[in-house]
């Protein structure tokens, strides 16, 4: 559904076109970035142990920063795996919306240590919904020890 209507200098009579192509070149100014958002984990801090005989509720705190030009939401995911077989892995997610860029978010997750000896180790990661130029930086690792029972 395009209408096309063309002159050609010097012709007297008229021309039917039966095909055209047409190409166009934008040359024009800059073509605007997407939406870019650079989400850093930039603090996972867990207790570096943990008696499994006194109190073994303890946090676990994340912070995840905006570096990019965007403002963002997004997700913090943590994940805690023990070293020990038969030990349950723990998970926890938090998510935040509307985080500008230069500011940061606090996520605190509460966990309870088992009741036999392990180490935890724990890794963070920070996802959002805009393009994210460097992943490297969005994922941490800590771990906690936690003594048994004696």
Do not use: H, M
């Not at 039917?16 to 024009?28: K, N, P, T, V």
């Not at 142990?49 to 963002?72: A, F, I, M, W, Y």
């Amino acid at each position: 559904d395009f209408d096309l209507a063309v002159y050609v200098k010097g012709d007297r009579k008229a021309v039917f076109l039966y095909d055209a192509y047409l190409e166009i070149d934008y040359d024009g100014g800059v073509v605007p970035p997407e939406d870019e958002a650079d989400l850093e984990l930039r603090q996972l801090a867990a207790p570096n142990s943990v008696s499994s005989r006194g109190e073994r509720t303890k946090q676990v705190n994340v912070q995840s920063c905006n570096l990019g030009p965007d403002t963002t939401d997004g997700t913090v995911t943590l994940e805690g795996v023990s070293i020990v077989a038969g030990i349950d892995p723990v998970s926890f997610t938090d998510t935040f919306t509307g985080l500008a860029s230069g500011l940061c978010v606090d996520s605190a997750f509460t966990w309870t240590a088992p009741d036999q000896g392990t180490t935890i180790i724990w890794t963070a990661t920070v996802d959002g919904d805009l393009d994210d130029p460097d992943l490297d930086n969005n994922t941490a690792t800590d771990s906690t020890l936690v003594y048994p029972k004696r």
